[in-house]
């Protein structure tokens, strides 16, 4: 996969994928992110981004010539071989579509390259997103400075679903959301902690007893902290009867489940 990301502040980028999983990716050539300065798609002497938005109102906008032009020319560069899948062109943006694990296999698994534009200011003209991008995508339903940190969220989350990134030890088809459920908790040594022992199945060497402890924590803890994935997660009769237990056991305050 090859990240292209259009930033008005190149800089930032400077970093977050030098460590861990995400570094070892790039160095083995599973991914490649190449930064671009949206500056250098300008031609006057100021080099000039932004303009006032029509209408009034606070604040400027990221102007679309210079967003049109490198994504234009980022396409056209990297024409595409016949045995590639289709690039994504994506504005990060707080009014686009939730970002969710569902659709970070979809683009680790529908394309072979991403183009994420990161607005800055007020916005980006709404010509970008009306004849320019595939993909509007929000990370969450509040509202920051830049789309800097959400392209590193996209880079990082789809990242580590391509294929041999993650080894055998780490692989993501037990992480939070990925059977619709929030991952089971997790514990290491020592195995007694101040007045805190770990479940004692954990440590009894029998697995069938312990994928039966897993699925019913990740219910449980599913029940406790977002209830709002149990509504489309596909559960059997036994994790149905294994959740009315639970609930029988909720203080009232315990429980965030609606009526
Ligand atoms: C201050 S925001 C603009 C907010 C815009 N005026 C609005 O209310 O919808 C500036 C830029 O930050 C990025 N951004 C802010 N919040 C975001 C979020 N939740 N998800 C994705 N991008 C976000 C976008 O690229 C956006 O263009």
């Known amino acids: 996969m090859r990240f292209d990301l259009l930033t008005i502040f190149p800089e930032f980028f400077s970093g977050p994928f030098d460590f861990g999983i995400v570094k070892r990716a790039r160095q083995q050539n599973l991914i490649e992110v190449v930064v671009h300065d949206l500056r250098s798609f300008t031609f006057d002497r100021h080099h000039i981004v932004d303009d006032r938005p029509f209408g ?100 990082d989350a789809v990242t580590r679903l391509l294929p041999n990134v993650l080894g055998s030890d780490t692989s993501a088809i037990h992480d939070s959301f990925s059977d619709g459920l929030l991952d089971s908790p997790h514990f290491t040594r020592p195995a007694q902690f101040r007045d805190w022992a770990v479940p004692d199945v954990l440590i009894s060497g029998h697995h069938a007893e312990v994928a039966k402890w897993r699925r019913k924590a990740a219910l449980r803890k599913t029940l406790l902290m977002r209830p709002d994935l149990l509504v489309k997660a596909e559960l059997s009769d036994l994790d149905r009867q294994w959740l009315d237990e639970f609930r029988k056991t909720l203080k009232p305050e315990e429980s965030f489940e609606k009526d």
Do not use: N
């Open 56 to 155: 009034g109102g606070d604040g400027m906008l990221l102007k679309p010539e210079p967003i049109f032009l490198a994504v234009e020319s980022l396409l056209a560069e990297g024409a595409q071989l016949p045995s590639e899948k289709p690039a994504a062109v994506v504005l990060l943006s707080p009014q686009g579509r939730l970002f969710t694990q569902a659709e970070a296999v979809r683009f680790a698994c529908d394309h072979s390259r991403m183009i994420l534009i990161c607005g800055r200011y007020e916005g980006v003209d709404e010509r970008v997103a009306e004849h320019l991008i595939t993909d509007e995508i929000s990370i969450g339903d509040y509202v920051l400075t830049g789309g800097e940190i959400p392209a590193m969220v996209v880079v």
